[in-house]
T-cell receptor, first 111, second 116 residues
Framework: ETGVTQTPRHLVMGMTNKKSLKCEQH?????MYWYKQSAKKPLELMFVYSLEERVENNSVPSRFSPECPNSSHLFLHLHTLQPEDSALYLCASSQEEDTQYFGPGTRLTVL | AQKVTQAQTEISVVEKEDVTLDCVYE???????LFWYKQPPSGELVFLIRRNSFDEQNEISGRYSWNFQKSTSSFNFTITASQVVDSAVYFCALSDPTSGTYKYIFGTGTRLKVLA
């Protein structure tokens, strides 16, 4: 299934680095999501975009900055992260509030 | 408040055994969706099923079956004749498609280990 792709699949970065995660959906959906999955914690919804406008921002620290240039692409810009930000970052897409389809995730390690 | 409880943290079975994963939900909404997702070691959440709150029919797909009971607020998932490839973390989720929030409420997941 290649409906939702994410790059890179793995990322190691220092606390002073700036990096970006990319998500692309090929399903013709109009909503996209970023989730964070840490060990032994429930999935956390970070951001939701509908028709390229942010509709949900769950008190995420400003060191995470999303960008949705069009309905097929979603970015998560990272800067000055902390070790506790190490996690699996999952992107998803949906048509309206219908079923969400997930990408393979980016496993991020912050040193 | 909405809530999804997956009380089974981890289950181990021997291949070919049947296994049921429990999901109990709480919501005051009359319209809602229930989902099951599978997360294999690779990390991707794979969509398995969506059930509408107005449709209590049970569903079978190959070795998978789902039992939705509104009376007990449960949406349980049974794998028949389990296989090693079924080893994964399984998540149950709840959403209100009319809320405008796009939020899913996920359970904490059940890790299934199928031993050869």
């Amino acid at each position: 299934e290649t409906g939702v792709t994410q790059t890179p699949r793995h990322l190691v970065m220092g606390m002073t680095n700036k990096k970006s995660l990319k998500c692309e959906q090929h399903l013709g959906h109009n909503a996209m999501y970023w989730y964070k999955q840490s060990a032994k914690k429930p999935l956390e919804l970070m951001f939701v975009y509908s028709l390229e406008e942010r509709v949900e921002n769950n008190s995420v620290p400003s060191r995470f900055s999303p960008e949705c240039p069009n309905s097929s692409h979603l970015f998560l810009h990272l800067h000055t992260l902390q070790p506790e930000d190490s996690a699996l970052y999952l992107c998803a897409s949906s048509q309206e509030e219908d079923t969400q389809y997930f990408g393979p995730g980016t496993r991020l390690t912050v040193l | 408040a909405q809530k999804v409880t997956q009380a089974q943290t981890e289950i181990s079975v021997v291949e070919k055994e049947d296994v049921t994963l429990d999901c109990v939900y709480e919501t005051r909404d009359t319209t809602y969706y229930l989902f099951w997702y599978k997360q294999p070691p690779s990390g991707e959440l794979v969509f398995l099923i969506r059930r509408n709150s107005f449709d209590e029919q049970n569903e079978i797909s190959g070795r998978y079956s789902w039992n939705f009971q509104k009376s007990t607020s449960s949406f349980n998932f049974t794998i028949t004749a389990s296989q090693v490839v079924d080893s994964a973390v399984y998540f149950c989720a709840l959403s209100d498609p009319t809320s405008g929030t796009y939020k899913y409420i996920f359970g904490t997941g059940t890790r299934l280990k199928v031993l050869a």
